[in-house]
């Protein structure tokens, strides 16, 4: 088992819709909790950054973590084409960043 | 552009033979960090290094070798190239004295390698 799962998709919806994007992960000493975008032939971009659970918003995207139930999810609403990416997730436990790990990526497509 | 530049952007390359990535961090960045990105693995943690020094390995080859120089940039020397060799290679920085400013990776663009 993978200590992050996270499925690839591709996940095809139309403009407009919302969007949830979601990660498993095993290990319980994860504590910060990324999702990054990746265009295609660009390198990942950050897209939002959380501690421990509970919920962040910022703007169309909102980023949830349950740590009881060791499950992320990264929601878009309103998607627009623009949206149309991989998304990674990523987590970590220490300060120093040693132990990152990431999803396999899923790819959305958002059509017109 | 985010401030991490990686060369070559493309490589085309032969079994057997050795390249060498190179990157520089966004300044003030002093952790580098190498990653590979194939289809069907993902995002696969390499190395990092801190300051000049390896901080953390993971899932990197023997045939596999980085280094970063005093004025932070970085090398990642790849040698007796096999087919399965052939993905994307990332470089991030990270930097700051917050948890946020450790934790938060800036990826350059990647570097292309094809083995042939």
Redesign the interface.
Known sequence: QKEVEQDPGPLSVPEGAIVSLNCTYSNSAFQYFMWYRQYSRKGPELLMYTYSSGNKEDGRFTAQVDKSSKYISLFIRDSQPSDSATYLCAMSSFYNNNDMRFGAGTRLTVKP | D?G?TQTPKHLITATGQRVTLRCSPRSGDL?VYW?QQSLDQ??Q?LI?Y?NGEE??KGNILERFSAQQFPDLHSELNLSSLELGDSALY?C?S?GGDS??G?????????SRLTVL
């Open positions: 985010s991490v952790s990653y993902g995002l943690f990092q801190y901080r953390a990332f991030a990270s948890v946020m450790a934790n938060v990776l800036t990826f350059g663009a990647g």
